[in-house]
């Protein structure tokens, strides 16, 4: 005596399985659509005048000739070099351009809420991008906590 099944197409409830594709394409599938790669938007800056002054001074403090100067000048004066606020309040940014009459916390306040985050981003990005023999050396302002 045989016994047959039902094709599981006939069974109430069932969900038909599409045999066409292997296992392992569907998983290399599912990881390609898993590991898209990240872009950060675009935003506009509000006031670029502002922000581009600010963001050439920041650029001067981590050119390779002056950055040991700042990170002792950070030191010095005792806070965390991503702080960014702390290094406006202590008019850091000014010793590095000694341009007269630039304010760089002043610059920074005039800018709204949107461009204050944009410059903050991009001091972290410069100060992440210090050689790593110097960053060893002021390992201490690098710190976390």
């Known amino acids: 005596m045989v016994e ?5 197409l006939l069974v109430a409830g069932s969900i038909p399985v599409s045999r066409s594709r292997s296992l392992t394409f569907v998983r290399r599938e599912r990881i390609q ?3 898209v ?8 800056v509000e006031k670029a005048q502002e922000f581009a002054r ?8 981590f050119l390779p000739e002056k950055t040991e100067r700042f990170l002792k000048q950070v030191d010095r004066k005792g806070i965390r070099i991503r702080a960014f606020d702390a290094v ?4 850091l940014l000014e010793g590095v351009v000694g341009e007269a ?5 002043q610059l920074y306040e005039s800018l709204p809420v949107s461009d204050q985050a944009q410059m903050r981003e991009f ?9 790593v023999a110097l960053r060893h050396k002021f ?7």
Request: with cysteine; glycine share 4%; aromatic share 12%.
């Open 139 to 145: 390992k201490k302002l690098y710190q976390y906590y």
């Open 123 to 131: 001091y972290l990005s410069k100060l992440e991008g210090v050689d």
């Open 88 to 91: 406006l309040t202590e008019c």
């Open 37 to 44: 790669s990240f872009r950060q938007a675009a935003i506009k």
């Open 4 to 8: 047959s099944q039902p094709s599981k």
């Open 54 to 61: 600010l963001q050439a001074a920041v650029e001067q403090a």
């Open 101 to 105: 009459g630039f304010n760089a916390r």
């Open 33 to 35: 659509r898993m590991t």
